[in-house]
């Protein structure tokens, strides 16, 4: 199953065991290259990223935002979809990066089948938007053209 599809169908679960985090607590980002933000915002300043699998302690938090500090002793903003209160296993380069995203978040490939396979689902338009991509630069000069704020 691809990136994205993986992504919208684990959202929902990451959020139901990942909701409930304390301060002092170690997660586990549980998406590739997360951007670790200035502000609570989705368009604020990127400080830092974050690897997949890689541990941050939660300094404090808002809403769907957690304050995190890395091992290297850099903090931001990380939304909580991006955090997982369970560990991401970490293996060798020559496992499968969808199974190993899959296997990450406690699920098997007998269970991505399973899912495929449970009804009537057409994944084109998600294949569609996985292969187009647009960049910061790009995003924000459309949020300025559109004169739309962001807070």
Same mark, same amino acid.
């Given at each position: 199953?691809?990136? %994205?599809?993986?992504?919208i169908?684990?959202?929902?679960?990451?959020f +139901?065991f990942?909701a409930?985090?304390? $301060?002092?607590?170690? %997660?586990?980002?549980?998406i590739p290259?997360?951007?670790?933000?200035?502000?609570r915002?989705?368009?604020? !300043?990127?400080?830092?990223?974050?690897?997949?699998?890689?541990?941050?302690? $939660?300094?404090? =938090?808002?809403?769907?935002?957690?304050?995190?500090?890395r091992?290297?002793?850099? !903090?931001?903003?990380?939304?909580?979809s991006?955090?997982?209160?369970?560990? $991401?296993?970490?293996?060798?380069?020559?496992?499968?990066s969808?199974?190993?995203?899959?296997?990450?978040? !406690?699920?098997?490939?007998?269970?991505?089948?399973?899912?495929?396979?449970?009804?009537?689902?057409?994944y084109? +338009?998600v294949?569609?938007?996985?292969?187009?991509?647009?960049s910061? +630069? =790009?995003?924000?000069?459309?949020?300025? =053209?559109? !004169?739309?704020?962001?807070?």
């Amino acid at each position: 199953m691809p990136f %994205m599809k993986r992504t919208i169908f684990l959202c929902f679960f990451l959020f +139901a065991f990942s909701a409930f985090s304390e $301060i002092g607590d170690k %997660m586990f980002v549980s998406i590739p290259d997360a951007p670790i933000r200035e502000k609570r915002s989705n368009f604020s !300043n990127v400080s830092d990223r974050a690897k997949y699998g890689e541990m941050v302690e $939660i300094v404090s =938090e808002i809403k769907s935002w957690r304050f995190v500090k890395r091992r290297n002793g850099k !903090n931001g903003w990380i939304p909580l979809s991006a955090l997982s209160s369970h560990p $991401i296993l970490n293996v060798d380069s020559s496992v499968d990066s969808s199974e190993l995203s899959f296997a990450g978040k !406690n699920f098997s490939t007998e269970d991505e089948s399973a899912y495929r396979t449970s009804g009537n689902v057409n994944y084109d +338009a998600v294949d569609a938007m996985e292969k187009s991509s647009v960049s910061e +630069a =790009e995003l924000r000069t459309f949020l300025s =053209e559109g !004169n739309l704020k962001v807070e």
